[in-house]
């Protein structure tokens, strides 16, 4: 049984840093695609970024490009999100997700499997 947990999410200020993290159990991280997505109230659920966990390859969208990162510890079968410079607008719940196709979508409907969620909070 394929299970994604994230944490790592909590309140911050504008301007600060958070990184969460997203343990996975039941799959192989070298065949999948890990991505990163987000929703804020009222919105629909948005891209963040994903790697490839083969290659290392990465997309992140344009918004967050520049200031969060995504990084992996294979011993740990663990993703992180690096967030920096984090701002108001980045307020959301932040989803973990793999796509066992081996293509780095931007399209959350190709992932195959989520997490359950974290709460970010960005104050002004």
């Known amino acids: 049984q394929v299970q994604l947990v994230e944490s790592g999410g909590g309140l911050v200020q504008a301007g600060g840093s958070l990184i969460l993290s997203c343990v996975a159990s039941?799959?192989?991280?070298?065949?999948?695609?890990l991505g990163w997505f987000r929703q804020a109230p009222g919105k629909e659920r948005e891209f963040v970024g994903a790697?490839?966990?083969?290659?290392?390859?990465?997309d992140y969208a344009d918004s967050v490009k520049g200031r969060f990162t995504i990084s992996r510890d294979n011993a740990k079968n663990t993703v992180y999100l690096q967030m920096n410079s984090l701002k108001p607008e980045d307020t959301a719940v932040y989803y973990c997700?793999?796509?066992?196709?081996?293509?780095?979508?931007?399209?959350?409907?190709?992932?195959?499997?989520w997490g359950q969620g974290t709460q970010v909070t960005v104050s002004s």
């Open positions: 997700a793999a796509d066992k196709s081996f293509i780095l979508s931007r399209d959350g409907t190709r992932y195959d499997y």
């Open positions: 039941g799959l192989t991280f070298g065949s999948y695609v």
């Open positions: 790697t490839r966990w083969s290659n290392g390859n990465t």
